[in-house]
């Protein structure tokens, strides 16, 4: 079993930054991809940022210049770093994890209010 586990959200100011950690354990097999998704009230859950093992990110066009992606494989461990948020980057964010035999996994979620 593979548990992600995710730190790091809360209540930021517009133009104001926050950092989302996610850390995997368990018996992890070889990973295609780690990064992040995120939902908002009555919206689909959507990709926001993921690495590649072969080191490339890839973002949604709404994150592009904001938000970095950095991604430790060797550690299991991913890191948002998420700067000038706006309103509607509010969301719960997701940890993701795909692994090469097609397996997925979900961290339980961190909420992220941008708010005045």
């Known amino acids: 079993q593979v548990q992600l586990v995710e730190s790091g959200g809360g209540l930021v100011q517009p133009w104001g930054s926050l950092r989302l950690s996610c850390v995997a354990s368990g018996n992890i097999d070889s990973i295609f991809t780690m990064g992040w998704y995120r939902q908002a009230p009555g919206k689909q859950r959507e990709l926001a940022a993921e690495?590649?093992?072969?080191?490339?990110?890839n973002y949604a066009s709404s994150v592009v210049g904001r938000f970095t992606v950095s991604t430790d494989f060797a550690k299991a461990t991913t890191y948002l770093q998420m700067n000038d948020l706006k309103p509607e980057d509010t969301a719960v964010y997701y940890c993701?994890?795909?692994?090469?035999?097609?397996?997925?996994?979900w961290g339980q979620g961190t909420q992220v209010t941008v708010s005045s």
């Open positions: 690495m590649f093992s072969t080191g490339s990110p």
């Open positions: 993701n994890l795909y692994e090469k035999n097609g397996k997925e996994y």
